[in-house]
């Protein structure tokens, strides 16, 4: 009753005298805090706007400035308003209010200031010309020439001191529109190891024909964008693959990341939802405060965007008609939690401050501990979140815009993230650790269907033996965003946070915290055939999907380093010929790679089937030199990619335009309805300075996963960690009779130690 009591701020009754009003002093002493907080995080905001505003600028440099200009003035007796206040006297009698010293001290500032400003601007400009240059990428590894050598120390000199997260947004390039032609040659480059030769004639003829005809038409479009807006792919990206998708987002766009491979910190469930609960919350509270490095490149002197961090909390996808909205909320104090089918309200603040690990933990152990049932429709509410979305716009707007499941649907679409405490146990165990990690990797992705929040930027999934791992909603940022806060999560639990002996939260529970608020619902019987009808949609998706997760330990990037090829080229092309072998023939490959070299840049794609990688595939002689080859062509279409000078996303984007246009393109139509059968992508590990991998190699990453992009096709995601591991993780449909996730896994195992061999590396020697 203790809550219910502070809850009330106030309360009042009618006597012979008046009105007696009986104030809470600890609910208005709660109101006060919170308001107070509220005012130090805009006061926070509105300086790191400032801050980011000017830079490479900064207060202090303002001082030097002007107090400089004024000081040359002075020195030299000259007039620091350079006469701006004798021509304005002309006109406004200025002089009767100001004194020839103070005119003098006004007008050195005002000088002084848009002499800082005009620095600011140099500096800024100079700034984006020196990262417009790419020539440091095709430096031959571990030596830097002269010129990049020069080109660094620029960068240096004109990026400023101390960068917060969001300085370098506007010193950043826009992303180059590439020429049509350049595009066209490349696509079919890319094109020519999966036709014959009458299909290649055929995709000749209508790619010279676009390349004459609608080509420069839809590329003049472009072009106009591209200097209008920040980025001419982005916003329309995000629109038409991610927002605009119809089908189920589980499985099919949501990604998963995994816990600790070999270190179970702690077997409380409660506990490992505090502390982790507590470091995410840390990290958003660095996030608001802008406290977060920048992401670079290249020896710390190539800054990366950082824009895709804005939505990472208080986000939730919103259901269309036609298309999804993302609601991003400028601040949040509470987050939800699901448990066997009830939904909670959990405050994560308290007097003014964040709840601390063990405070959170009592409220997890409070909802634990909660026996009370769900109520009618609520267990699978979730399952809406995990269906088509057409239905759930509907449903959202017909049974969840008014009363009671209005208020509990927004506490959930407006928590800071969601939070699962799971009813089952996953971890990856060493007796049986095929069937251990694949049960991990299938919970993690779609779970029961209905017992994660597909819609919210992220789900903490903590299970019942303490393991955990997350759920990620894809349209609002992409992989290394939410990689690197996992990352600080993963660091900050067992390191700083820690447990006690029992493996608890360190610290105290709180003896007057308020409990979590249990969400209310009136769902009718309408809605609850909504709820099942996709409840079975997801069910029949996710009993499809075929999971395989493994470590793969034989060797890592150490080794592949001695053979002097890049570990990514060296991979992609071991899956090429697990791929051949698979299936004994290529498809269409797609690879992520990143282009936020630019402002608001997110992936483009690298075509990783290649002439030069089927050519080794196939032959049986000079294959360590065919092998090099391939690798040097990936890594030209890797530089490409990152560079602005990739195929998909400007083919993309023209076809956007044709259809804005209302014409048909018989080439683009083509091109973007061929089926990418082997997905893959690399989760990168970004902050290699939290890990201790040489002293404690057992903190090891599993990295995550994503789900098969095509329906006989597979989706391959790995992480390469420290100098001697690799993680796989690898999916596929079982209603396909021409895949299969283990016999994949184990062609890219038999792949990687094959291509290993051609080097004849003497391992012994090596160690």
Excluded at 225 to 252: C, H, T
Excluded at 410 to 417: G, N
Excluded at 502 to 515: M, S, V
Aim: glycine residues 6%; proline residues 5%; hydrophobic residues 40%.
């Amino acid at each position: 009753m203790a809550e219910a009591h502070q809850a009330v701020a106030f309360q009042f009754t009618v006597t012979p005298d008046g009105i007696d009003l009986q104030l809470c002093h600890e609910a208005l002493r709660q109101i006060y805090l919170s308001g107070l907080h509220s005012w130090k995080k805009r006061f926070i905001r509105f300086k790191n706007g400032v801050m980011t505003g000017v830079y490479p600028g900064s207060p202090p440099g303002f001082m030097v400035v002007v107090v400089s200009y004024m000081s040359y003035n002075k020195y030299h007796k000259l007039d620091p308003s350079l006469g701006m206040f004798a021509k304005l006297s002309q006109h406004i009698p200025i002089g009767r209010y100001m004194s020839e010293d103070s005119q003098k001290i006004v007008g050195g500032v005002l000088v002084g200031t848009g002499l800082w400003i005009t620095i600011i601007f140099i500096m800024r400009n100079a700034l984006k010309c020196l990262l417009s240059w790419h020539g440091w990428m095709y430096s031959r590894h571990g030596s830097v020439s002269l010129g990049t050598r020069l080109w660094m120390l620029l960068v240096k000199v004109f990026s400023g001191r101390k960068p917060m997260l969001y300085s370098f947004q506007n010193s950043l390039p826009r992303l180059p529109v590439p020429p049509v032609k350049d595009t066209c040659r490349r696509y079919l480059e890319s094109a020519r190891p999966l036709m014959d030769d009458e299909q290649f004639e055929r995709m000749k003829g209508l790619a010279k024909d676009f390349e004459k005809n609608l080509g420069p038409r839809l590329q003049w479009y472009l072009k106009l964008k591209s200097w209008w807006a920040s980025n001419y792919v982005s916003d329309w990206w995000e629109e038409y693959i991610y927002l605009r998708g119809r089908g189920p987002i589980m499985v099919n766009s949501n990604y998963y990341a995994m816990d600790f491979l070999y270190v179970f910190p702690t077997s409380i469930q409660a506990a490992r939802a505090g502390n982790a609960i507590h470091a995410i919350m840390l990290y958003r509270r660095k996030l608001d405060r802008a406290q977060i490095k920048p992401i670079y490149l290249l020896a710390n002197k190539v800054p990366l965007c950082s824009a895709q961090w804005e939505r990472m909390f208080n986000t939730t996808r919103i259901p269309g008609l036609e298309t999804d909205t993302i609601q991003h909320m400028n601040e949040s104090k509470h987050i939800a939690v699901y448990h066997k089918g009830r939904f909670f309200k959990v405050w994560m603040f308290y007097d003014g401050r964040l709840l601390l690990p063990r405070e959170i933990e009592q409220q997890m152990e409070r909802i634990l501990a909660d026996k009370s049932e769900p109520m009618p429709g609520e267990e699978a509410l979730a399952a809406l979140t995990a269906g088509d979305r057409t239905p759930w716009a509907k449903a959202r707007d017909a049974y969840f815009s008014r009363g009671k499941n209005k208020q509990s649907l927004d506490a959930i679409e407006k928590a800071a993230f969601f939070v699962t405490l799971d009813d089952t146990e996953q971890r990856f165990v060493e007796k049986n650790p095929i069937k251990s990690l694949d049960s991990f990797a299938k919970s993690l992705l779609h779970g029961k269907c209905y017992d994660r929040w597909f819609d919210k930027s992220f789900n903490l999934i903590v299970f019942k033996n303490g393991t955990m791992g997350l759920n990620a909603e894809h349209s609002w940022a992409d992989a290394p965003i939410i990689g690197h806060l996992w990352e600080h999560v993963l660091s900050m639990d067992p390191f700083k946070l820690g447990y006690t002996e029992e493996g608890h939260c360190c610290g105290e529970p709180h003896p007057n915290l308020p409990g979590p608020q249990r969400l209310q619902w009136d769902i009718p019987a309408e809605c609850q055939d909504v709820i099942q009808s996709s409840l079975t949609i997801a069910r029949t998706l996710a009993d499809d999907v075929d999971c395989h997760s493994f470590p793969f330990n034989d060797f890592g990037k150490g080794l592949i380093k001695k053979c002097r090829t890049s570990p990514d080229a060296f991979i992609q092309i071991a899956l090429q010929l697990a791929h051949y072998r698979d299936k004994g023939k290529f498809c269409l490959t797609y690879e992520a790679s990143m282009t936020r070299l630019f402002r608001e840049g997110r992936t483009e794609t690298v075509r990783s089937c290649t002439m030069e990688t089927c050519t080794f595939a196939k032959q049986k002689e000079e294959r360590l030199k065919l092998l090099k080859e391939a690798a040097e062509k990936h890594q030209n279409m890797y530089r490409l990619a990152m560079t602005g000078k990739g195929i998909d996303r400007h083919l993309f984007c023209l076809y956007v335009v044709s259809k804005y246009l209302g014409e048909d393109s018989p080439f683009l139509k083509e091109v973007l309805s061929e089926p990418w059968r082997l997905s893959t992508s690399q989760t990168p590990l970004q902050q290699v300075e939290l890990f201790d991998l040489v002293r404690h190699p057992e903190y090891v990453s599993s990295g995550g996963g994503f789900g098969p992009v095509a329906d006989d096709g597979y989706g391959v995601s790995y992480i390469i960690v420290g100098e001697n591991l690799i993680n796989f993780h690898i999916s596929s449909k079982h209603s396909s009779p021409e895949t299969d996730s283990h016999r994949f896994g184990g062609n890219i195992r038999q792949a990687m130690l094959d291509i290993l061999d051609l080097f004849q590396l003497d391992k012994k020697a090596i160690k």
